[in-house]
């Protein structure tokens, strides 16, 4: 069975850094590539940062590039989303996603983690 979890999400100020986590288990995803999404109230869930296989192709969104870094460790078969300068408006629930053609549509990925949530309070 396959299972993502993700872990590090939580409340914090304006400006402040999260790092999220999201763990592997049930199979290697070393050769499949990862994304993060986010989902907030009243919104479709919208991409975040994706990376390839081997972590060498990172890609994000223009609302988030330059705060926000995608990395993985496939030794650990973990991913992670470090977020730094916070602004309220990331408030969401955040997902990692595994398998499939990767990219930056949500239905390019065949696994889903439960979200995290994150608020970033003004």
């Known amino acids: 069975q396959v299972q993502l979890v993700e872990s590090g999400g939580g409340l914090v100020q304006a400006g402040g850094s999260l790092r999220l986590s999201c763990a592997a288990s049930?199979?290697?995803?070393?050769?499949?590539?990862m994304g993060w999404f986010r989902q907030a109230p009243g919104k479709e869930r919208e991409f975040v940062a994706g990376?390839?296989?081997?972590?060498?192709?990172?890609y994000y969104a223009d609302s988030v590039k330059g705060r926000f870094t995608i990395s993985r460790d496939n030794a650990k078969n973990t991913m992670y989303l470090q977020m730094n300068s916070l602004k309220p408006e990331d408030t969401a629930v955040y997902y990692c996603?595994?398998?499939?053609?990767?990219?930056?549509?949500?239905?390019?990925?065949?696994?889903w983690g439960q979200g995290t949530q994150v608020t970033v309070s003004s």
């Open positions: 996603a595994a398998g499939g053609v990767g990219g930056r549509a949500p239905e390019n990925y065949n696994y």
């Open positions: 049930g199979r290697t995803f070393g050769s499949s590539a």
């Open positions: 990376l390839s296989w081997s972590g060498a192709n990172l």
